[in-house]
């Protein structure tokens, strides 16, 4: 592990953080959890990128029912793989929608 390093953090922010240590829990040890933390968040937007949603088209903007169907039908085949199995259907009940 390299050397411990110094950062400048103003006093109000220490005498803040000091209020909120848990019981053994030293200023360095809260800081590098808080720091491993911000570095999980900020890497994490990458990975889930493929996630988010496309933005919404400009009002206005319209769409054939059929395209729409079509790309909804799309999007399921990729997605379905990734959900969890269907349950199954008890006997002699009305058939699933």
């Given at each position: 592990m390299s050397e411990p390093q110094s950062f400048p953090v103003p006093g109000e922010l220490c005498a803040a953080v000091r209020q909120v240590l848990r019981e053994g829990e030293s200023l360095a040890a809260f800081v590098e959890a808080a720091v491993r933390q911000q570095l999980e968040r900020r890497r994490a937007p990458a990975a889930e990128s493929a996630l988010v949603p496309e933005?919404?088209?400009?009002?206005?903007?319209?769409?054939?029912?059929?395209?729409?169907l079509g790309q909804l039908d799309a999007w399921l085949r990729d997605v379905r793989p990734l959900a969890a199995p269907a349950p199954a259907a008890s006997a002699g009940g009305s058939p699933a929608r």
């Open positions: 933005p919404a088209p400009p009002a206005g903007r319209r769409h054939a029912a059929d395209e729409l």
